[in-house]
């Protein structure tokens, strides 16, 4: 069973981890119904595969985006028109993270890789403690 790779939050990454139910077609994750863009509509009239049940597109017929994709694919439309109207959350908030962590230079951390900093920093304060029980 595939989980979904959709990746939110905004300072400590969190992963969906819904059961996925569609490849994208640009990124190759796999993605739950929520996190596709189009939800329902993108996977309609599409058979799961047999074995992993997950559903795929051929480019040819018909391309699923997660909602990170697309909104990467309207960012390059978005440069050409002027057409504001069309763009729904996703959109925003995936490019407003870009930019954000580009003006920024801010890297967002999982959030495995924060529990180990947060274990770390336990570590560091132990040794405090014992260094002040030395000197006193
Ligand atoms: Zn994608
Ligand atoms: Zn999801």
Redesign the pocket.
């Known amino acids: 069973m595939k989980r979904c790779k959709i990746k939110l939050g905004y300072f400590v990454l969190k992963e969906c981890g819904a059961i996925a139910v569609a490849q994208?077609n640009?990124?190759q994750?796999y993605?739950c119904i929520k996190h596709l863009h189009g939800e329902l509509e993108a996977i309609k009239g599409l058979e799961p595969d047999r074995e992993t049940g997950i559903i795929k597109a051929k480019k040819e017929e018909r391309e699923i985006?997660?909602v990170?994709?697309f909104a990467r694919s309207q960012k390059q439309t978005l440069q050409t028109s002027s057409d504001y109207t069309y763009y729904d959350d996703w959109f925003w908030y995936f490019i407003m993270r870009d930019s954000f962590y580009r003006s920024s230079h801010y890297k967002p951390f999982s959030e495995t890789e924060s529990k180990s900093m947060k274990e770390k920093n336990e570590e560091f304060v132990d040794e405090t403690q014992e260094n002040s029980f030395l000197d006193s």
């Open positions: 994208c640009r990124c994750g993605f985006l997660c990170q994709c």
